[in-house]
Structures are given as structure tokens and as C-alpha cells.
């Protein structure tokens, strides 16, 4: 016969597993079982990791622009001189590219976009979703950037208010990036980080917007202005807004 323990002792390890009186049963409390945050996988970590060192070898490259990067924040006619220079112009177009994946994580681990249709998805999948709807989104700008170009504007010009997205796009990157480590550092609240990093990037491109427009509104009418700005800016942007609102 098997001995009579104490009461303090008959428990020693495992766990009891109740149904609450719904009837349902609860999921596996057993540790282990909770699912890794986005940075925490291995094919995120990888890719940190990787693109950690692609920005610290480009680190040079990224702090000589960045007296024309603030120009270009600043003022509209430094967008058209940064085209001046092809130098310039392949050094920002590498930071461009090196920036894409860390922002597409950074927006992945906040979900800074969190349509409806997106959110039972894990950490991993709702990343590689992120990644493929922003790689249309870059794709969809191309497009009509090719499309509506007219003879209403000169090349030069054209030229320099299409590419000052991907400047203002790093800007961007790197801000909500420097962001989110204080965040982090001060332990914020998720809800409030998120908001936080969304009302400064709204504001970031508020400005891209406004130097877009100085730049159609010195080489073309008005009217021209407006509806280039429609067609390169409103339309895919309006579009991956909408999507996070409706779908």
C-alpha cells in the first residue's frame, strides 16, 4: 500500500489543469509555450544581425550625407541639388535599400500597420506579410511614377521630386528607429510607443509632401502640381492607408 504523505508534500512537480466553468479547457500553461516576439525568432535575428553590419559598414557613407540629408528637410532647392551630384545620388540610393528590411521590421514588431484581415497572424508570417505588401507599395510608386510622367515639367525636376521620397524615406527610417530605442530603453508602453512612432512618421511625410509640392510648384502650374502629387503620392498611399482601415 502505497504510504500516506503529508498534505504540503503530496504535490511535488506538474501542474493541475482545470476547465473553468465554461466548460472550456484553458490552453497548455506549461512555460515554453508562449510565442517569441518578432525579434526574437531566428530568420529576424539573422537578418539584424546582417543588416547591422551592412549600416555599420555604410557608416561613413550615411554621416557625409547627413548635412544633405538635413538640407533636404529643410529646404525644397536641396532636393534638386542633392540630383546634381551622382555621388550623392548612389549614396543615397544604397542607404535607401539597406533601410527598407529594418524598417519593414520595425513596423512588423510595433505592427504599425495592423489591418484586420493580418492580425491572427504570429510574429514570423505577419512580418513577411509586412515585407511583401510594402515591396507592392514601392512597386505601385514606380509604376506611376513611369505612367504619369508629362512634358508639363522638365526631366531634371521630375527627377528630383520622384527621388525625394527615398530621401525622405531614410530620414524617416532613421528617426522612428532612433525613436524606438528610447523607447525600448524607458520601458514605454507598447500603445504608446506605437503611436507615438505613427504620429512622427505622419509628420516626417507631412513634409515630404510640402517639399514635393515647392518642387511641381517652381517647374509647373498648379494645376499640374496637384495632380501629379495625386497620382505619386495620394494614390499609393491612400491605398495602403485604406487598406489598414478596411480590410
Not at 214 to 226: D, E, G, M, P, T
Request: aromatic share 12%; hydrophobic share 50%; with cysteine.
Amino acid at each position: 500500500m502505497t504510504e500516506i504523505q503529508p498534505i504540503d508534500s503530496a504535490f511535488t512537480g506538474g501542474y493541475l489543469g482545470l476547465a473553468p466553468l465554461s466548460g472550456c479547457i484553458s490552453p497548455d500553461p506549461m512555460p515554453g509555450n508562449e510565442a517569441l516576439p518578432l525579434t526574437g525568432t531566428l530568420p529576424v535575428s539573422v537578418l539584424i544581425m546582417a543588416f547591422t553590419v551592412l549600416c555599420i559598414a555604410n557608416i561613413r557613407t550615411f554621416t557625409d550625407m547627413v548635412p544633405s540629408f538635413a538640407g533636404c528637410l529643410f529646404r525644397w532647392k536641396e532636393n534638386m541639388n542633392l540630383e546634381d551630384s551622382a555621388l550623392s545620388c548612389i549614396s543615397r540610393n544604397r542607404i535607401y535599400w539597406i533601410l527598407v528590411v529594418p524598417f519593414c521590421i520595425l513596423a512588423a514588431s510595433y505592427r504599425l500597420y495592423a489591418p484586420e484581415f493580418l492580425s491572427g497572424l504570429a510574429p514570423l508570417p505577419y512580418f513577411f506579410a509586412v515585407c511583401g505588401i510594402f515591396a507592392a507599395y514601392l512597386g505601385l510608386r514606380t509604376a506611376l511614377s513611369r505612367a504619369v510622367r508629362g512634358r508639363k515639367i522638365n526631366a531634371k525636376a521630375y527627377k528630383a521630386a520622384i527621388h525625394t521620397f527615398r530621401t525622405f524615406f531614410i530620414i524617416i527610417a532613421t528617426v522612428l528607429l532612433a525613436v524606438s530605442g528610447v523607447l525600448e530603453a524607458v520601458s514605454a508602453d507598447e500603445s504608446l510607443s506605437k503611436q507615438i512612432l505613427l504620429y512622427t512618421g505622419a509628420l516626417l511625410y507631412a513634409v515630404l509632401l510640402i517639399r514635393e509640392v515647392q518642387i511641381f510648384r517652381n517647374y509647373c502650374s498648379v494645376l499640374s502640381a496637384i495632380l501629379y502629387l495625386c497620382a505619386l503620392e495620394f494614390l499609393p498611399t491612400g491605398i495602403l492607408v485604406a487598406s489598414a482601415i478596411v480590410l
